[in-house]
């Protein structure tokens, strides 16, 4: 499956972005599909998750109550709502994507796909 992550950019802290994950190759709703982000000289951290097949959704602590992430297998995508965003948000955001598994995978070197990624910066 081919992955292609838009939507980054710029806001200042307390607005909202919307980032979109697009797949082409593969039945989207079969994966496990996450974003991670990766901040300049830090490691690629876990963001959100959602499960393949209508599973449930997982998010890290840091983004839980103001990130969203949902799926629209009309369109094979999968999108993270950011609302209430702080300059800690600011980072490159990959989506990320896996065939079935029994959990969750929060461990960015348990992907296999992957998308370019998006920046995004939240200006103070």
């Known amino acids: 499956v081919q992955l292609q992550a838009y939507g980054g950019g710029l806001v200042q802290a307390g607005g909202s972005l919307r980032l979109s994950c697009a797949a082409s190759?593969?039945?989207?709703?079969?994966?496990?599909v996450a974003w991670f982000r990766q901040a300049p000289g830090k490691e690629r951290d876990f963001v959100a998750a959602i499960m393949w097949g209508g599973g449930g959704t997982y998010y890290a602590d840091s983004v839980k109550g103001r990130f969203t992430i949902s799926r629209d297998t009309a369109k094979n995508t999968v999108s993270l709502r950011m609302n209430s965003l702080k300059p800690e948000d600011t980072a490159v955001y990959y989506c990320a994507a896996e065939a079935p598994t029994q959990g969750v995978l929060t461990m960015w070197d348990e992907y296999d796909y992957w998308g370019q990624g998006t920046q995004v910066t939240v200006s103070s």
């Open positions: 190759g593969r039945t989207f709703s079969m994966y496990t």
